[in-house]
């Protein structure tokens, strides 16, 4: 697993900017190299702020979005379209004013889906389209994501996994997450296998409630199991991309990069 590099930025509107003009350069980088590019979605504060920044930019008309794979990292398992899905924050930050192809913009199964209300039938179904996208060069039931983000809970889960239950231990490419201890209790979620195979992983994390969550994730203090953001890591890279008030109980000794 990759060592993660700290980056600072002023306050959280910043570094929204700063994560969505980094996510342009890195979509376009591999749009240029490989032709298409994936992308794995967070939910929460950060995660979307920065797809509404991304489509406030001029910048945004660089990426060919009709080549670009997305995915999520989690969902609230809800009805389509209902407020709470992270699809629906960012469909409506983003995605439904650029130019992306539907085929490829992969939400995970809504309760109103094929599967009806059976998360663990919708998990299923998303390892299945992931297992499809995935090629003899990934090694692994998953496609080796470009770029996965995750936000952090001021527990520390990511996605959502959360502190001690199931997920956390499970090996399958994406499980169903009943009993959450943040609303809505049931979601479905990639687990660290499926997160571990992004070649870039970036931690988004904004706020003093998440300094402990972060501190926690940085230091060698706990595992992965009690905090799941310290189980996040990309093979290539990982970033903890932070505002200043979220960064302010860094371990001593970690590498930190900051912005005026
Ligand atoms: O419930 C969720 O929470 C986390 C963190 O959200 P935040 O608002 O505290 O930043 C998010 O990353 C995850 O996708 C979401 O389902």
């Given at each position: 697993m990759t060592t993660p590099t700290v980056l600072i930025h002023r306050d959280q509107a910043l570094l929204a900017q700063a994560v969505a003009a980094r996510l342009v350069t890195r979509i376009v980088d591999v749009q240029a190299a490989r032709g298409t590019a994936s992308v794995v979605l967070t939910g929460g504060g950060v995660g979307t702020a920065v797809l509404a920044e991304l489509c406030a930019?001029?910048?945004?008309?660089?990426?060919?979005w009709r080549s670009l794979d997305i995915w999520w990292g989690?969902?609230?398992?809800?009805?389509?379209?209902?407020?709470?899905r992270n699809e629906t924050g960012a469909r409506k930050a983003l995605l439904d004013h650029v130019d992306v192809d539907p085929a490829r913009v992969h939400a995970m199964p809504a309760t109103d889906g094929p599967d009806g209300n059976d998360p663990e039938a919708a998990a299923e179904r998303y390892a299945a389209e992931l297992g499809s996208a995935a090629?003899?060069?990934?090694?692994?039931?998953?496609p080796s994501f470009d770029v996965l983000m995750l936000g952090v809970g001021p527990?520390?889960?990511?996605?959502?996994?959360?502190?001690?239950?199931p997920a956390v231990y499970d090996e399958r490419p994406v499980v169903a997450v009943r009993g959450?201890?943040?609303?809505?209790?049931t979601r479905v979620s990639l687990t660290f296998p499926s997160i571990r195979a992004a070649r870039e992983v970036w931690i988004l994390a904004a706020g003093e409630e998440k300094a402990r969550a972060v501190r926690l994730g940085l230091s060698?203090?706990?595992?992965p199991v009690q905090v799941p953001v310290a189980g996040a890591r990309g093979r290539q890279r990982t970033l903890f991309l932070l505002d200043r008030a979220a960064a302010s109980q860094l371990p001593p000794g970690i590498e930190r990069i900051a912005s005026p």
């Open positions: 930019s001029a910048a945004r008309d660089a990426i060919d989690d969902e609230r398992f809800l009805p389509t379209g209902d407020p709470e090629r003899p060069e990934d090694h692994g039931p998953v527990d520390a889960h990511v996605a959502s996994l959360f502190p001690e239950m959450a201890p943040k609303p809505p209790p060698k203090e706990a595992g």
